[in-house]
């Protein structure tokens, strides 16, 4: 499996709500819930309105698109990671995953996802 690095700086947040977020942008992930406004977004497009903010990630994504009757996937990434000592903020869109470590801990990731048999791009 494939998995390509993305070259960005990102950061996850919690936000009064997504009037001055661009979704536009080439990554923004977005969370709505009862309890918060979430946004997952390159650090330089952060919006003025966050309360609070966590800076520092970095994120691989699953190439390909996966279909819903693939079993597993995540799971053993975030299992490899988790032995590890790497935790992982992951995100799902239709079409594949992205796993989010922190920046300190990106390299450490890499080693170990491409010692597994990960190909990184």
């Not at 997504?18 to 977004?41: A, H, P, R």
């Not at 650090?43 to 079993?71: H, M, Q, Y």
């Not at 992982?88 to 450490?108: G, P, R």
Request: with cysteine.
């Amino acid at each position: 499996m494939k998995l390509k690095k993305i070259d960005y700086n990102f950061s996850v947040c919690k936000v009064n709500d997504y009037s001055q977020t661009d979704l536009n942008q080439e990554y923004c992930f977005i969370g709505k819930t009862e309890e918060e406004n979430s946004l997952v977004c390159i650090t330089e497009n952060v919006p003025a309105n966050i309360i609070l903010c966590d800076d520092g990630w970095k994120a691989f994504r699953i190439e390909g698109t996966l279909d819903f009757s693939l079993i597993g996937i995540l799971s053993h990434i975030s299992t490899l990671l988790a032995e590890n000592k790497i935790g992982i903020f992951a995100i799902s869109t239709y079409n594949t995953d992205y796993i989010l470590v922190k920046e300190e801990n990106y390299q450490k990731a890499a080693d170990v996802l491409g010692d597994a048999g990960y190909e990184l791009l």
